[in-house]
């Protein structure tokens, strides 16, 4: 046995670890470690990065039989950013999350259990609230947690007491205690994944840097190119697959390859502070999260070792990481002042033991949090896996695995839409974004977030529509999504000329904007409302054919290929629209859409925001070279407005000339004031009698402002996304991401009826053929809470609640709103069974249905179809013309 000193900045981790390998190109028992004269010239997967989460991917695809594996580093396995996490290892996350790091902790234990010296102690965890709202959350969590199988419960304060004797918790209102959460070494699990992936075939390079990324890339081609080989500072290895696990490297190690690779990720400083050894061991004692202090704290030997999510962190390596990076790095005390000062006051031993020196380890960090997983949609077989967030243990063994996963069978198999690489576009990959974004996102991991009440504060006013300024003297309150300024709802007390009008304060009971929002919702009932969807995806898909027979081939191209594409009918005629889904192999959702038949070879599509990357990617992958149809991100071009009501038709009436009666769900070319080439749809989201505008973006703010003009005597209104959530969700329609996915089928949320399994083929029709022919396993229901539910004080249900039919639990909220026809409180959610199929009589009959808010079970009741609520048709609007001067029509 070679020892061997594994590299850490602090003292506590310095230990000799006793390795079975050593790696600087000699040969340890069965493992070769390759010098610069035997560097592989082929393999069929390279991994760029040694740490964890690279050593992770080797040992997971190795184990599964894939032994040609090469994992490369610039430096020395294990010598990056892996060892600097805390080794935590906590359980008590979002159930996506928390099943990617359950295998981490299955694996390192497993591991642990057959002899690998891990540090791997279940030592459990105490997540403490200080304030009611932190109390709130914490209970909400534990509510949905417990309901899928985590064992955790709510202390009082003097029950924390008893779990960790030295924590001062008078000024507590309670914690969570999660008796799984663990800890383990970082430095000691890296190494020994990196010497069993070895063991297992895989070959490891060190001091070998990528230099250059290849692909078949032909200039001016459809086809995404894929990955080829890759030119190293050691020479040239040919691979059918390669993987960025860079870490804090990713982002520019995307950059060394044509096309270049978006990986949004920028490291900030991630500080540690350790005590020096004690008298005694305290390994028995939790890991204890202080959130509203944004502090954590834990214990290994003789040691406590306290860290931050800092409110305001910092980031570094603006111009890119030095060779030198650990040198640069220096311990900020002034910075880390307060959280030392909150842990002496959770822990007041603390103010009686010396400390070490205070550890800069950084991290890297992403946009939004989440991790960055997944194939690229630049180039085909590139994966990506970097972000991990100030913890790369933690999700390290569940990455691995759901890498290697979808680099053998081509597609994964656990949700991972939350931590999609294709979840982003070119604006979060640019460097000063990032720089900014990073200040805020570190923190946000202990922040309370309260649902669609909390937006970012960095890095705003990036995307906007041409309304942006006006929408801002109206009183709009902005949220971001995918950069894109969108207003949640509009402040009516706000005054042109008063600042920005800003959100209140977040809260999960009644939030302080409904009345704002019941105005805006009465206005698209009652009168006129205009909702903002600029933000929607907007795709061309155009066909050219034949040049001597372009009319009928290209459009038999562009229908035969959007059929393949699509579960609903879109062979319509020049000027229908249709409502349909792109579903996978598996039925499952890969894009909620709408068609508009523009032309004879051409459709343009509506679709999520959130699908600007994804659904391009994924559109491609699908349409084969020799279709001869192409697909243009047009997003920015048109700009969308929702204007709907029941005095919509007469309103628009007067800006044009042409008649706005419409059969079925059709599209018009008009020309609205003095704007022409304007697309009117018989079509809203909401599902309220009115119109869609797609407009190209020059003539916006013209038709915007006649809009407003025209009408003041119909009662019009803007209205914002959260009103246009609770039109939606009382009117039982799914949201992308909350409802439909990649692993949710239209039968299953209600939308069989947009099927045609009549077609010849597309995509997914055999699963869904055989889904309609057996049943199904989960089914989406409509919720109303009980009268005895106060909406206006008693806690919300905001998403995520578990439902419990007859006392068992069988799902979880998905949506809610408040609904003010109904009178209600509603929500939307899966009801499932794991072996029994879900029938309408399983829903409906002999149930009785609560659902769990924040500890607090409330009645509801469930329905399988729409609420009758009452509409007031467009045509039943008695005719007035109100006499306003300054408008403008155009034939």
């Known amino acids: 046995m070679l020892s061997r000193r594994v590299w850490h900045p602090c003292s506590y981790w310095c230990t000799t670890h006793l390795l079975p390998f050593e790696l600087h190109g000699k040969t340890v028992g069965k493992h070769q470690y390759h010098s610069a004269a035997t560097i592989p010239s082929q393999a069929q997967v390279v991994i760029c990065g040694g740490g964890v989460v690279g050593n992770s991917i080797a040992y997971h695809l190795t184990l599964e039989g894939w032994k040609d594996v090469v994992v490369l580093d610039q430096a020395t396995i294990g010598s990056g950013t892996s060892h600097n996490g805390s080794g935590v290892l906590g359980l008590f996350k979002p159930i996506l999350e ?24 279940r030592c459990g965890s105490l997540n403490l609230a200080r304030t009611r709202e932190r109390a709130v959350s914490l209970k909400r969590r534990i509510a949905y947690t417990r309901a899928a199988g985590l064992d955790c419960e709510w202390l009082d304060r003097h029950e924390i007491l008893r779990m960790h004797p030295y924590l001062y918790s008078g000024d507590l209102e309670g914690g969570v205690w999660v008796p799984d959460d663990a800890v383990a070494n970082p430095a000691s699990v890296c190494q020994t ?44 290895i040919n691979c059918e697959y390669f993987v960025n696990a ?105 103010k009686n033991i010396e400390y070490q020196s205070l550890i800069n380890a950084p991290d890297n960090f992403t946009p939004d949090g989440k991790w960055i997983l997944g194939e690229t949609p630049e180039i085909d077989n590139y994966f990506v896996a970097v972000g991990m967030n100030g913890n790369c243990l933690q999700g390290a063994g569940g990455v691995g695995k759901a890498i290697a996963e979808w680099i053998i069978y081509g597609t994964p198999l656990m949700a991972m839409l939350p931590f999609d690489v294709r979840r982003f576009i070119d604006l979060h990959n640019n460097r000063r974004y990032l720089k900014e974004r990073t200040k805020e996102v570190v923190g946000r991991h202990y922040d309370i977030l309260y649902p669609h009440q909390c937006e970012y504060r960095y890095a705003r006013k990036l995307r906007c529509s041409p309304m942006y300024s006006e929408q801002e003297a109206r009183g709009a309150v902005f949220g971001t999504r995918m950069g894109f300024e969108r207003p949640l709802y509009f402040d009516t007390s706000h005054t042109r000329g008063d600042p920005s009008a800003q959100m209140p304060p977040g809260t999960f009971r009644k939030p302080e904007f409904l009345d704002f929002v019941r105005e805006e919702y009465h206005a698209c009932k009652e009168g006129v409302g205009v909702i903002d969807l600029s933000s929607f995806t907007k795709m061309e898909i155009t066909s050219t054919g034949d040049m001597f027979y372009r009319s009928k081939t290209a459009g038999s191209q562009v229908v035969d290929a959007m059929q393949r594409l699509c579960s ?89 000339n042409t008649e706005l009666t419409f059969l079925g769900y059709t599209a018009k070319e008009v020309n609205i004031a003095y704007a022409s080439g304007v697309h009117v749809l018989s079509f809203t989201h909401t599902g309220e009698p009115g ?85 199904i396993q989960r089914r989406l229901v409509h919720f109303t809470l009980d009268d005895a539910f106060d909406f206006e004080t008693d806690i919300w249900p905001w998403g995520g609640e578990p439902i419990y039919r007859n006392n068992e639990y069988v799902g979880n909220i998905t949506s809610t709103a408040y609904g003010f026809t109904l009178g209600k409180m509603v929500c939307l959610g899966f009801v499932k069974r794991r072996d029994a199929y879900v029938t309408p009589e399983f829903v409906l009959e002999n149930a009785q249905y609560e659902i769990d808010i924040a500890g607090r079970r409330v009645k509801a009741y469930a329905s399988l179809l729409s609420p009758k609520l009452p509409v007031v048709q467009m045509d039943k609007i008695t005719s007035y013309r109100p006499k306003i001067r300054g408008i403008v029509t155009h034939k």
């Not at 997914?764 to 889904?771: E, H």
């Open 98 to 121: 928390r099943q990617i790091i359950t295998h981490s902790v299955n694996l390192i234990k497993g591991l642990e259990q057959k002899g690998h010296q891990l540090g791997f102690r």
């Open 193 to 236: 994944l990196a010497h069993l992936a070895a063991a297992q075939g895989a070959t490891y390079v060190e001091n070998c840097a990528v230099q250059r990324l290849f692909t078949n890339e032909v200039p001016h081609s459809l086809v995404t190119p894929k990955v080829t080989h890759i030119e190293t500072s050691q020479g040239i």
């Open 568 to 656: 609903n009918d879109v062979n319509i005629p020049v000027g229908g629209v249709v409502h349909t889904g792109m579903q996978n192999e598996q039925g499952g959702y890969e894009n909620d859409c709408l068609l508009i038949r523009k032309s004879d070879n051409c459709f343009l599509m509506l679709a999520p925001t959130f699908q600007q990357t994804r659904i391009m990617d994924w559109m491609r992958r699908q349409i084969t070279a020799d279709a001869s149809v192409s697909i243009s991100d047009v997003t920015s071009m048109y700009t969308v407005l929702s204007v709907l009501g029941p005095k919509s038709k007469e309103m628009l009436s007067l800006m044009c």
């Open 691 to 775: 119109y869609t505008l797609i407009i190209p973006s020059e003539y916006t703010l013209h038709v915007y402002g006649q809009l407003m003009k025209m009408g003041h005597d119909y009662g019009i209104r803007n209205v914002g996304m959260i009103t246009m959530r609770f039109l939606r969700v009382e009117k039982f329609i799914p949201f992308w991401a909350e409802e439909l996915d990649s692993n949710t089928t239209p039968f299953e949320v209600g939308r069989g009826y947009k099927v045609k399994l009549n077609k010849d083929y597309f995509i997914g029709k055999a699963a869904l053929m055989k889904q309609y022919n057996t049943g």
């Open 246 to 350: 860079a870490g804090m490297w990713g982002r520019s190690l995307g950059e060394k390859s044509s096309p270049k690779v978006r990986v949004p990720a920028f490291p900030a400083e991630h500080f540690y502070l350790c005590t020096k050894p004690t008298m005694e061991a305290l390994d028995a004692l939790p890991v204890v999260r202080d959130y509203d202090s944004h502090m954590f704290c834990l214990t290994r030997g003789q040691q406590f070792i306290i860290g931050a999510f800092e409110h305001q962190a910092k980031p570094v390596f603006y111009e890119g990481i030095p060779l030198d990076w650990k040198e640069r790095l220096q311990g900020d005390e002034k910075h880390f002042q307060s959280v030392k000062e909150d842990a002496e006051h959770r822990l007041p031993l603390l």
